[in-house]
């Protein structure tokens, strides 16, 4: 079954404490991404990874860190976590085939909390 | 900031009714996509726009690519209980290739 795994799906944390929270797909996707959702503002996008060893900043990368070693994996890391970075955290991927989008699958989602 | 602006923020019809939400963008867009996120779930594909003036329909779900590509329409036909969730657009804004920018979503309660 094609899917986008995220583990843990859910967090408690204290503030400063390094935490990574793991996203991996099974479909052979370039493209993964990390999105962050919070009321009234949507899902903003934190980093992306267009292919092994090729990672982006989005629109809000800071605090944050990404790795892509592996092509089916792309953990997210939050070095010294504070409360604004209380949030719903979306992984995704999809392949992109001449710059085209294809279908982005979300995972299940990781619900973070900083206290 | 937001760049890409999506409304209403909520609505609430009565099964049967119509609803209809607008994406809308000061930049021209290269493409546009639609989500749908059900409460407690995660966001779901369900189509993606690419030209000017585009209309693709499905089932009772009619989405609309502007002409200037700067605006996007998704209209449900006599809406369902089981339409009730979040609608999102999602662009990638000229210029920005593989950088997908959400809009706010729109909030749909459907009662019977």
């Not at chain 1, 479909?27 to 991404?33: A, I, T, V």
């Not at chain 2, 602006?5 to 099964?15: A, K, N, R």
């Not at chain 2, 021209?28 to 030209?51: A, C, D, E, M």
Request: proline share 4%; aromatic share 12%; with cysteine.
């Amino acid at each position: 079954e094609a899917q986008v795994t995220q583990n843990p799906r859910y967090l408690i944390t204290v503030t400063g404490k390094k935490l990574t929270v793991t996203c991996s797909q099974n479909m052979n996707h370039e493209y993964m991404s990390w999105y962050r959702q919070d009321p009234g503002l949507g899902l903003r996008q934190i980093y992306y990874s267009m292919n092994v060893e090729v990672t982006d900043k989005g629109d809000v990368p800071e605090g944050y860190k990404v790795s892509r070693k592996e092509k089916r994996n792309f953990p997210l890391i939050l070095e010294s976590p504070s409360p604004n970075q209380t949030s719903l955290y979306f992984c995704a991927s999809s392949s992109l085939w001449t710059g085209m989008w294809e279908t982005q699958y979300f995972g299940p989602g990781t619900r973070l909390l900083v206290l | 900031g937001q760049q890409v602006m999506q409304i209403p923020q909520y609505q609430h019809v009565q099964e049967g009714e119509d609803f209809t939400t607008y994406c809308n963008s000061s930049t021209t867009l290269s493409n546009i996509q639609w989500y749908k996120q059900r409460p407690g779930g995660h966001p779901v594909f369900l189509i993606q726009l690419v030209k000017s003036g585009e209309v693709k329909k499905q089932k009772r779900l009619t989405f609309q690519f502007g002409e200037a590509k700067k605006n996007s329409s998704l209209h449900i036909t006599a809406t369902q209980t089981t339409d009730v969730g979040t609608y999102f657009c999602a662009a990638e804004l000229t210029g920005t290739a593989s950088k997908l920018t959400f809009g706010t979503g729109t909030r749909l309660q459907v009662t019977l």
